[in-house]
């Protein structure tokens, strides 16, 4: 389900739509689950082959036909080509637009004229100077990994098989420079075998595996000049920012502390935001800690992606997935030591989602990278009411300078996008 605040005219407008993919159309009119949940539907080998036959059935009577998408597009969402799309990695995305008086429409699943298939991640990374959309798609058989970017237009470009990536990897993120991309080959993995078996989670931790960190020229024909780096320790589920510097690449990401339990027991996980340095000279990695706190869900102005910049935001996990509040880091800083700057706690029973910084004046070259807002959903829990928050991301203390109070709960979520008013029009 997307939420959606419309500001305009001194006046907001909330609106929950369900995302209309495949799957949920089939469901709703079934009025009952057709295919389970590749998460949570197997669980024990008598379960497992229970719901399989019956999905097998479903799919054989021609109730469900695989091949038109299992998504839920509940992940993300990004603007391109012209187009907004919601976002799930295990599927297509799915364009969507808002209309005039704020209300969400489903236009459909979308594959670029044929050109994209399977699935792509939720988290595509858009050149803010070049309008450019660079992606990947990653599954259970080979190639696990896959490259590929869209031009200007939203035309999609050649796939790159990435064939060096050895095993299934859980690879959610990457992150994007000015000359490269970065992907994070970490020890969450994917296993079909223990999912259906054992009663596991398809994601689960390999404590054998060294973690690496691959490079790819961005705009890469094969994957001839891809490079991997060792980096034990290292398992980075979200990508910051990442930017060129001399013959390195500087990459700001959480990592997250104690893996296995990332899926199943997230209470139990801390991420530590770090600043990995890639000598591609020497093959050296060096990673400095910026933050001890528990911090993910981390964004930037979306204007420096892919280059240097000063300033991150981050959810303050009390613990994950329940933010308590936002903190502001200054990366800039070589000495290794606490990095926030900033801080707005959300109150005593009270969370929120994922920050998202808006600049103040996004048409001014001159501006001050943190010139601008912060703005997330935050849930009482004890007075049961939801509000959509506007934070001063330049201020000490993240003043609030205005909030929206929702008329109805807003669920916590996963990740979120501003899109300005001009980009709405052309929708």
């Known amino acids: ?65 695989p091949a038109n998408g299992i998504g839920l597009a509940n992940t993300s969402l990004a603007f391109f080509g012209d187009r907004l799309y919601a976002l799930g990695e295990s599927d297509l995305p799915y364009s969507i637009r808002l209309t005039s008086n704020g209300d969400i429409e489903t236009l459909g699943r979308h594959d670029f004229d044929g050109k994209l298939s399977m699935n792509m991640t939720a988290h595509p990374k858009i050149d803010p100077d070049t309008g450019e959309a660079f992606a990947f798609r990653y599954g259970f058989i080979r190639p696990f990994l896959t490259y590929f970017h869209f031009d200007s237009n939203g035309v999609k470009q050649p796939d790159v098989p990435i064939f060096s990536m050895v095993t299934p990897t859980f690879l959610h993120d990457f992150a994007i420079t000015k000359k490269h991309a ?47 780096f060792e980096v ?22 959480p990592n997250v502390l104690s893996a296995e339990h990332t899926m199943e027991r997230m209470d139990l996980v801390h991420s530590l935001v770090e600043k990995v340095r890639i000598d591609l000279k020497t093959g050296i990695v060096t990673r400095q800690p910026i933050s001890t706190r528990n911090l993910d869900f981390a964004v930037i102005n979306p204007a420096y992606l892919g280059r240097k910049n000063k300033y991150v935001y981050a959810a303050v996990g009390d613990p994950m997935p329940k933010i308590s509040g936002v903190v502001k880091l200054d990366v800039s800083n070589a000495e290794h030591k606490e990095c926030v700057v900033a801080s707005r706690m959300f109150g005593p029973g009270c969370y ?52 929206v109070r929702m008329p109805r709960r807003v669920p916590y979520g996963f990740h979120g996008l501003f899109v300005r008013e001009s980009d709405l029009n052309k929708l």
């Open 352 to 403: 929120g989602g994922e920050p998202y910084f808006v600049a103040r004046e996004p048409e001014n070259p001159e501006a001050d990278e943190d010139d601008g807002f912060l703005v997330s959903y935050v849930h009482d829990e004890k007075a049961g009411e939801s509000r959509f928050l506007v934070m001063d991301a330049k201020s000490p203390l993240l003043d609030i300078v205005a909030a």
């Open 1 to 65: 389900m997307l939420h959606s605040v419309r500001i305009s005219g001194g006046r907001a407008v909330l609106c929950s739509r369900y995302v209309k993919t495949y799957k949920y159309t089939v469901e709703r009119d079934a009025g009952h689950p057709v295919l389970p949940n590749v998460f949570s539907g197997f669980n024990g080998l008598t379960a497992s082959a229970t719901r399989g036959a019956l999905s097998a059935a479903r799919v054989f009577t021609g109730q469900y036909n």
């Open 232 to 253: 034990p320790g290292f398992n980075s589920v979200h990508a910051t920012n990442a930017w060129d510097e001399d013959d390195a690449i500087v990459m700001v990401a």
């Open 182 to 228: 970065i992907f994070a080959d970490i020890q969450i993995g994917l296993n079909l075998i223990d999912m259906i078996t054992k009663r596991a989670s398809p994601v689960g931790l390999d404590p054998s595996k060294v973690p690496r960190i691959g490079v790819i020229p961005r705009y890469a024909k094969d994957e001839s000049e891809m490079r991997w």
